[in-house]
């Protein structure tokens, strides 16, 4: 798993964007915040590779920082559903989930946890 206190902590350190790919005209890329290569602030570059240079364009702090923040929305939302969906075992026999009152693992808890051992 990814730190993303770490990420979130670089994010906020670096250059703010909207940052751009830009091309000179001897085929190099630069990445740049603010403008062009002339009038705007240089992030990285140059790179002969124009792809790692959008690549970097796009993945700007705002960009990383709404992810982060998309990330752990997503995570809290699963740890509710989780609280609700827990294994209970009412007397002898099968387990149970509490929530649905169906087989453990219900529906809910499969579809959580598929692709995890994988």
Not at 2 to 27: C, M, R, V
Not at 49 to 58: L, V, Y
Not at 106 to 112: E, G, I, S
Request: aromatic share 6%; hydrophobic share 40%; net charge negative.
């Amino acid at each position: 798993m990814t730190d993303l206190g770490k990420l979130e902590e670089l994010a906020k350190a670096a250059t703010p964007g909207p940052w751009e790919q830009y091309t000179t005209l001897q085929a190099d890329s630069h990445v740049t915040a603010g403008g062009g290569l002339l009038t705007g602030t240089l992030v990285c570059g140059p790179t002969y590779h124009k792809g790692n240079a959008e690549f970097i364009a796009a993945a700007n702090p705002a960009a990383m920082l709404a992810l982060i923040a998309d990330h752990r929305a997503a995570r809290a939302r699963i740890a509710k559903v989780e609280a609700l969906h827990q294994r209970g075992t009412p007397g002898i026999g099968t387990d149970w989930c509490v929530s649905c009152e169906t087989k453990w693992p219900c529906q809910t808890v499969r579809a959580l946890t598929e692709g995890e051992n994988e």
